[in-house]
């Protein structure tokens, strides 16, 4: 079973930045990827951003884009574990939600901002955005 862990959420003002951090171990996967999914009260779950580690090709909800960035975690030196970061700023009330990362040995890419395609899931961490 691959853990994946996840960081970082909290309680932040409109217009303000968080950043999440998302770790599994993935490094004896082929093509893997590592993405971020929200679900706010009431609605179903989103895709946020996804990255494929070894291209580095990232993908964004139209929602998130020119705000969050999706990013491999350059200072982790644990080679046996992947870390992505999720770099939120200019924050909005809509962005609030639970943040899920998922995790998945190579998803295909037309699949990638489906959850469906992703076999392993963090517990997810709260981001709330006050105005």
């Known amino acids: 079973q691959v853990q994946v862990e996840e960081s970082g959420g909290g309680l932040v003002q409109t217009g303000g930045s968080l950043r999440l951090s998302c770790t599994a171990p993935?490094?004896?996967?082929?093509?893997?990827?590592m993405a971020w999914f929200r679900q706010a009260p009431g609605k179903e779950r989103e895709f946020v951003a996804a990255i494929r580690w070894n291209e580095r090709t990232t993908y964004y909800s139209d929602s998130v884009k020119g705000r969050f960035t999706i990013s491999r975690d350059v200072a982790n030196r644990d080679s046996a574990k992947n870390t992505v970061l999720l770099q939120m700023n200019m924050l909005k009330s809509e962005d609030t939600a639970v943040y899920y990362c998922?995790?998945?040995?190579?998803?295909?890419?037309?699949?990638?901002?489906?959850?469906?395609?992703?076999?392993?899931w963090g517990q997810g961490t709260q981001v709330t955005v006050s105005s």
């Open positions: 998922a995790a998945d040995r190579s998803p295909i890419t037309s699949n990638i901002q489906n959850a469906r395609a992703y076999s392993y």
């Open positions: 993935l490094r004896t996967f082929s093509r893997p990827a």
